[in-house]
């Protein structure tokens, strides 16, 4: 699982319409699993993305960070966590 941190270009980019072209945009075998908003600053929230993803991903979280980062609204995003998940 990778905890993704998405950054609005500003607070009048709606976080839940950003929220709707992830799950749109993400691959097979790739999962949102659970959002939430942090508070960044002056009324400005990021978005806080969990998101599963193959184990055996050739390079990391690279695919992913590219994919966030290419969705109108969004100005960049950072890694904060990934994990192994156990089941």
Same mark, same amino acid.
């Given at each position: 699982?990778?905890?993704?941190? +998405?950054?609005?270009?500003?607070?009048? +980019?709606?976080?839940?319409?950003?929220?709707? !072209?992830?799950? %749109?945009?993400?691959?097979? %075998?790739?999962?949102? +699993?659970?959002?939430?908003k942090?508070?960044?600053?002056?009324?400005?929230?990021?978005?806080?993305?969990?998101?599963?993803?193959?184990?055996?991903?050739?390079?990391?979280?690279?695919?992913?960070?590219?994919?966030?980062?290419?969705? !109108?609204?969004?100005?960049? +995003?950072?890694?904060?966590?990934?994990?192994?998940?156990?089941?």
């Amino acid at each position: 699982m990778a905890v993704v941190k +998405v950054f609005p270009e500003g607070d009048e +980019v709606s976080l839940d319409g950003i929220t709707e !072209q992830v799950k %749109g945009k993400l691959p097979q %075998g790739y999962k949102l +699993v659970r959002t939430d908003k942090e508070p960044i600053a002056y009324g400005l929230n990021a978005l806080i993305l969990f998101i599963t993803l193959p184990e055996q991903t050739e390079g990391g979280t690279d695919f992913l960070e590219d994919t966030l980062s290419s969705i !109108q609204g969004v100005s960049h +995003v950072e890694v904060v966590n990934i994990t192994r998940l156990g089941f």
